[in-house]
């Protein structure tokens, strides 16, 4: 995932946003909780981005205090998954999505 950040320059704390782009390459397994127990898979790339915006608070040269709040999205694909011993179908939705918020404690060495 690559991540573009920018910070306002302010001394002590500043605003900043944040962009998020990326894939993810792993799969999707499904598994059945019944006898027989089966999986169905399906393999990556399932894209993902996130957009975030809040307030970095600084100190000293090397450490900074970030608290943000954003939306996420992950891009699934619409699927139907269907076991082949019963015909029991697993709708999967296109995409994910959501509100988020997260606190990072950075330190620079």
């Known amino acids: ?9 302010k001394k002590y704390w500043a605003p900043e946003a944040e962009i998020g782009l990326g894939a993810a390459f792993g799969d999707v397994t499904i598994t059945a909780y019944k006898a027989p127990r089966e999986t169905i898979k399906e393999n990556g790339p399932f894209y993902r981005g996130h957009i975030a915006g809040g307030t970095a608070f600084s100190w000293g040269e090397n450490a900074s205090l970030h608290f943000q709040i954003g939306y996420a999205m992950n891009q699934l694909g619409k699927k139907t998954y269907t076991f082949p011993s019963d015909g029991t179908r697993v709708d999967q939705a296109d995409y994910l999505q959501g509100v988020f918020s997260k606190a990072l404690l950075k330190f620079y060495f």
């Open 1 to 9: 995932m690559g991540i573009f950040r920018y910070r306002w320059p």
